[in-house]
């Protein structure tokens, strides 16, 4: 079946714009995670989505950030007022996530966001 | 301290050598735990899991869990130049709000032909 996908796969903006970056999960998984990863740097967490429970949000790192999951679904990540160092991969995944014992959390292909 | 941690690297390895990579992590309730590979410019992909204490083998990855010293393994067996790339740990954590799977910084390998 299909993989998780993102779009758009880059995208280029100016700062002080609004952004929104698109991630569809693999149908059938509960769970749904952003991250963002730097430069030659480690996933950083932004924010997660289980099934109907509030997304636990510990990891934006400012209140332009923002994420909702519409139907249990497709999430949509926006920055707003967007800043130079917002310049990274925005990396979606989802996953099965039964209880304790954790389905493979499959990954989307990324967005390359440059703020110029 | 961080919640998970790796060795950041490069390790550097000759081909056909044993890679070992080690992650600690700091949730001792965590009960599964994760590798991913990430090639340059490419998104991670689960390369093994494991759950219980002792080894795990799949091909010529091999994973070692101990919980009692909150420390996961995955040794690389006779390394190959396409080995070349950063390799995740990732645990989930135990939290209030749900569990949550946390990720290494990563651990940078380098096989050389």
């Known amino acids: 079946g299909a993989g998780v996908s993102q779009s758009p796969s880059n995208k280029v903006t100016e700062k002080g714009k609004d952004v929104e970056l698109r991630c569809d999960p693999i149908s059938g998984h509960t769970a749904l995670y952003w991250y963002r990863q730097s430069l030659g740097q480690g996933l950083e967490f932004l924010i997660y989505?289980?099934?109907?429970?509030?997304?636990?949000k510990s990891g934006l790192p400012s209140d332009r950030f923002s994420a909702e999951r519409t139907g249990g679904s497709v999430s949509t990540l926006t920055i707003q007022r967007t800043q130079q160092e917002d310049s990274a991969v925005y990396l979606c995944?989802?996953?099965?996530?039964?209880?304790?014992?954790?389905?493979?959390?499959?990954f989307g292909p990324g967005t390359r966001l440059l703020v110029l | 301290q961080k919640e998970v941690e790796q060795n950041s690297g490069p390790l550097s390895v000759p081909e056909g050598a044993i890679a070992s990579l080690n992650c600690t992590y700091s949730d001792r309730g965590s009960q599964s735990f994760f590798w991913y590979r990430q090639y340059s410019g490419k998104s991670p992909e689960l390369i093994m899991s494991?759950?219980?204490?002792g080894d795990k083998e799949d091909g010529r990855f091999t994973a070692q869990l101990n919980k009692a010293s909150q420390y996961v393994s995955l040794l690389i067996r006779d390394s190959q130049p396409s080995d070349s790339a950063t390799y995740l740990c990732a645990v989930v954590m135990i939290k209030a709000a749900g569990n949550k799977l946390t990720f290494g910084g990563g651990t940078r390998v380098l096989v050389k032909p």
């Open positions: 995944a989802s996953s099965l996530a039964r209880g304790q014992m954790w389905e493979t959390q499959y």
């Open positions: 494991i759950y219980s204490n």
């Open positions: 989505f289980q099934g109907n429970s509030a997304p636990d």
